[in-house]
């Protein structure tokens, strides 16, 4: 799944590490998470958005486009 | 969606994973018991053989030895000082995942040398080959006893502990995969051994062999998964 972590972490001039202290995770999970190759639970999700007053699927992108009508 | 084009680029060079290099360390650290061993067991084998004078071949080979344990020592604090200097900042189960795992990893030397002192120390023939007086040879009774209260006591309040307070969901994931990996790798290997045996193609299953293949494929893809 695609994300803006990386971007965002970026304008607070965060390192992966000091991302990982306010989330409690380590800089191991972070690189994971912004290079896609993990997904982080919802809760921990939520609580990325919630650090970044963002809304989920501002940050995260399962590269859904809507159905054919284009309702989900 | 909010505009993040105008992020500061200071932050987001690739600071990458820090597999290889802890896999460094771990290769180094293991090599440095594994050679130590090697030392005690020609050492020891020389004494059992009557304790005569080194020769200039054996004595050449011990140096050798403590050559390589002494690059593998190097190596070791080497990439242990890299990993240090990026000074980054741990969280507090970051720190207790790093202590337990250094824990661990001494309490496995010392049940590794415990284990080989029992087995030694009870071997019937001096002569016997050393695998099977690891593995497979009689201990006293206490020497078994302890094992088992550090295998059967000890390690679950560690696991619990280290499950529940060290490590992060990522980690968590990771260890599941490597528990996945593991265990299919047991159900598909393990009848196959016992069928070829029953063919007779291969030599009995050995239960060590089996438990040491599947804890293996378990690390070894729990350190693919949390640091690739």
Known sequence: MKNQLKVLRAMRNWSQAELGLHLDVSRQAINAIETGKYDPSLPLAFKIARLFSIPIEEIFDDGFDGGPDGKA | MTDLTEAPMAKLEDEGSNGRTVLWILLAGFGIVMVAGVIAG???????????????????L???????????????????????????????REKLNRNIILTCGLLGGVMGAVMAAGGFLNAPDKSADPLSVLFTGPMPVAVALALVFFWAVVIPVVAWFWHTRAIDEQEASAYRDGGYYAAYAYLILAPVWWLLWRGGLLPEPNGVAIFLIFSLIWSAVWFWKKYR
């Open chain 2, 62 to 92: 011990i140096a050798g030895v403590v050559a390589m344990m002494a690059a593998l020592g190097v190596a070791f604090w080497r990439y242990d000082k890299k990993l240090k200097a990026s000074g980054e900042p741990m969280t507090r």
């Open chain 2, 42 to 60: 020609f050492v020891g084998e020389h004494q059992a053989d009557g304790d005569r004078a080194f020769s200039d071949f054996a004595i050449g």
